[in-house]
């Protein structure tokens, strides 16, 4: 089993609908949580850390359930630049923090 | 501006010739990593930089080598290079003991002819 798992996609959706990630992590020791987006053939880009009690910027939500082990990022309004692949992004606690990363979900929005 | 900054952006090198990509940072961050990314692929780490301990993955092949002479820059030396070692190269940083995450370079891309 993979240590964060993703569902692939891609998710195409209309713009101006509403689309959700989850996704899961088996390492109870895990500490930090990120959602990443990257851009076809571009490096990843920190798009939202991800608190215990949920956050919002904009458009944007992410929620953590530790007790599940997963987190959410939900995404409103979607508009056409919102197209990309979102990482899931979870710091390990340990020796050395180690950050593993999720396969990615790809969101494909059309008009 | 550029906060990690790798070079090149493209790289094309032929078949066993061996190939040295760079990064370097502005951050002061103390910890430095390796990233190879294939396509739909989430990015495989090779190795990490604790300061100037080297930490290297159990998987990372052979052919993989890395330099870290200072804080600001770090080295992937790829000794001989082989098809299958076509991709995306990212360069990372992080300051351990903090939640903060990763600031990543816009990436390196190997081609091999």
């Known amino acids: 089993r993979k240590e964060v798992e993703q569902d692939p996609g891609p998710f195409n959706v209309p713009e101006g609908a509403t689309v959700a990630f989850n996704c899961t992590y088996s390492?109870?020791?895990?500490?930090?949580f990120f959602w990443y987006r990257q851009d076809c053939r571009k490096e990843p880009k920190l798009l939202m850390s991800?608190?215990?009690s949920g956050n919002e910027d904009g458009r944007f939500t992410a929620q953590l359930n530790r007790a599940s082990q997963y987190i959410s990022l939900l995404i409103r309004d979607s508009k056409l630049s919102d197209s990309a692949t979102y990482l899931c992004?979870?710091?390990?606690?340990?020796?050395?923090?180690?950050?593993?990363f999720g396969a990615g979900t790809r969101l494909a929005v059309h008009p | 501006d550029a906060m990690v900054i790798q070079n090149p952006r493209y790289q094309v090198t032929q078949f066993g010739k061996p190939v040295t990509l760079s990064c370097s940072q502005t951050?002061?961050?103390?910890?430095m990593y390796w990233y190879q990314q294939k396509s739909s692929q989430a990015p495989k780490l090779l190795f990490h930089?604790?300061?100037?301990?080297?930490?290297n993955e159990a998987d990372t092949p052979d052919n993989f080598q890395s330099r870290r002479p200072n804080t600001s820059f770090c080295f992937l030396d790829i000794r001989s290079p082989g098809l299958g070692d076509a991709a995306m190269y990212l360069c990372?940083?992080?300051?351990?003991?903090?939640?903060?995450?990763?600031?990543f370079g816009d990436g390196t891309r190997l081609s091999i002819l």
């Open positions: 991800v608190y215990s």
């Open positions: 930089y604790y300061d100037k301990d080297f930490n």
């Open positions: 992004v979870v710091i390990v606690s340990g020796g050395y923090n180690k950050l593993i």
């Open positions: 390492n109870s020791a895990s500490q930090s």
């Open positions: 990372a940083t992080r300051q351990e003991l903090s939640s903060q995450p990763q600031h």
């Open positions: 951050l002061n961050h103390n910890v």
